[in-house]
Structure formats: structure tokens, C-alpha cells
């Protein structure tokens, strides 16, 4: 009797500790993800075709102020490029992948987008996986990204000051190199 009890609390305790996860989750629309997944792409071409000025249409507004404004964050950012490439670095792709978490913060929608960026590299092929937290103002008519690859989780929380803390911002991995043949 005693193990059944036992049993049954544990259950109980299970089912609430689930029930409790769940609050705050956002379920995005159809139309929500699918802008999401657009965006992101478009950001993602912009990064690896080196078109600034779309990158900044995507880039969370406090990244950009962050960096001295939008025409100082596009100067910098040619110039870490052309530092990348003179040192061999150039961007092959940015694949975006499958929305995984979604959160609702007053009236802002937050999600988390896996993403891998492929370069050339001296030598061979390096590939990063990261994540793109996706914020939308707008009900998930326009999102804004900030990749999480570059930041500590800290800095993170500083920039989005209303980043649920119930969002999980997935560990950094390290990046794999494969020497070409």
C-alpha cells in the first residue's frame, strides 16, 4: 500500500511539475512560423551575401544601437569580413532550421531557431551551430533576430531585457572542421 502511495505521489507530482512547464508557452500560428522561417532565411542570405543593409531590417533594434547605430554597425561588419576573408574565412551557407521553443512576454512573441553556418576555411569546411532568438513587436508579422553565437547568455538577458527567463537559450557547441582531401 505504502508503494502504491508512493507511486501515485510521484505522479501526481509529475503531472504538475509538466502542467507548470507549459505555462507561458506561446503556440505559434501556422502563419507565425512560416514568417519566422521566411525572415530568418532572408537574414540569413543577407549574412552570407554580405547584403548589410537588409541584415539591419532584421537585426533587434538593440543590437543595432548597441553597435553605434546602423550605418557604424554596417562599417564594422564589412571590415570583420574582409578581416574573415584576407584570413581565408568566407560564409558558404546559414541553413535555417525548425522553430523549437516559443514564448510570450507582454506583447512580444519570443522563439528560438536553430541554425548552421558552413564556411570555407584554409584548408577545409567549418561548421557552427548556433540559435537565433526571433522577437516579434507585431504579432508575428515581423520578426527580429539576435544570434546567440557571439553572446554570453548574460549579455543576452542585458540586450532583451524582456526575454522570458523560461526561454532556454541552447549551449554554445563547438565547431566542427573537416580538412579538404
Known amino acids: ?13 509529475t503531472i504538475c ?4 512547464a507549459q505555462t507561458g ?9 512560416a ?6 532565411n532572408i537574414t540569413a542570405n543577407a549574412i552570407v551575401g554580405q547584403d548589410y543593409k537588409t541584415l539591419m531590417k532584421f537585426t533587434y533594434p538593440a543590437i543595432i544601437e ?31 532550421a525548425e522553430v523549437t521553443q516559443s514564448k510570450k512576454q507582454g506583447k512580444e512573441i519570443f522563439a528560438i531557431v536553430p541554425d548552421a553556418l558552413v ?17 516579434s513587436e507585431d504579432e508575428g508579422k515581423h520578426w527580429y ?3 546567440t553565437a557571439p553572446m554570453q547568455k548574460e549579455t543576452i538577458r542585458q540586450v532583451i531585457p524582456n526575454l522570458p527567463k523560461d526561454l532556454v537559450i541552447p549551449e554554445k557547441s563547438q ?6 582531401h
Open 35 to 40: 514568417a519566422i522561417k521566411t525572415q530568418a
Open 175 to 180: 565547431p566542427s572542421f573537416i580538412q579538404n
Open 119 to 135: 564556411m570555407n576555411a584554409m584548408g577545409g569546411t567549418i561548421t557552427a551551430r548556433s540559435a537565433l532568438i526571433a522577437i
Open 66 to 96: 548597441a553597435g553605434g547605430g546602423k550605418e557604424k554597425m554596417i562599417g564594422t561588419l564589412k571590415k570583420g569580413m574582409d578581416q574573415m576573408k584576407a584570413q581565408g574565412f568566407v560564409f558558404k551557407s546559414l541553413t535555417i
Open 1 to 13: 500500500m505504502r508503494s502504491l502511495k508512493l507511486t501515485l505521489c510521484v505522479f501526481l507530482l
Open 25 to 33: 508557452t506561446y503556440k505559434l500560428s501556422i502563419a507565425q512560423i
Open 145 to 147: 533576430f539576435v544570434d
Open 17 to 20: 511539475r509538466l502542467s507548470f
